[in-house]
């Protein structure tokens, strides 16, 4: 079936840059968006970054010109460089994205990585 990995997380000091990796496997034809989402504890998940297939990107404005959302077609991958990082990026990081497989096109998320920002 199809799945998604997340890897890259870990401890970081304030103003340092982590990248996050996701790989996507299984019975896929296409992906269309992919992107990455985030959750803090005791808040909701949110939107970070996404890209479309041709490229296209959007952030939220709390990340705009510190993180950079990527992908590669040929690989059924995404990445997030994130630079600057703040103690307000504390999170575990969510990749998605909506893949046709055989199922049809739905919606998978991946099982998180932990991201701390901490001196």
């Known amino acids: 079936q199809v799945q998604l990995v997340e890897s890259g997380g870990g401890l970081v000091q304030p103003g340092g840059s982590l990248r996050l990796s996701c790989a996507a496997s299984?019975?896929?034809?296409?992906?269309?968006?992919m992107g990455w989402y985030r959750q803090a504890p005791g808040k909701q998940r949110e939107l970070v970054a996404t890209?479309?297939?041709?490229?296209?990107?959007n952030y939220t404005d709390s990340v705009q010109g510190r993180f950079t959302i990527s992908r590669d077609n040929a690989k059924n991958t995404a990445d997030l460089q994130m630079n600057s990082l703040k103690p307000e990026d504390t999170a575990v990081y969510y990749c998605?994205?909506?893949?046709?497989?055989?199922?049809?096109?739905?919606?998978?998320w991946g099982q998180g990585t932990q991201v701390t920002v901490s001196s």
């Open positions: 998605n994205a909506d893949i046709f497989s055989k199922l049809g096109v739905r919606n998978y």
């Open positions: 299984g019975s896929i034809r296409s992906i269309y968006n």
């Open positions: 890209i479309t297939r041709r490229g296209s990107t």
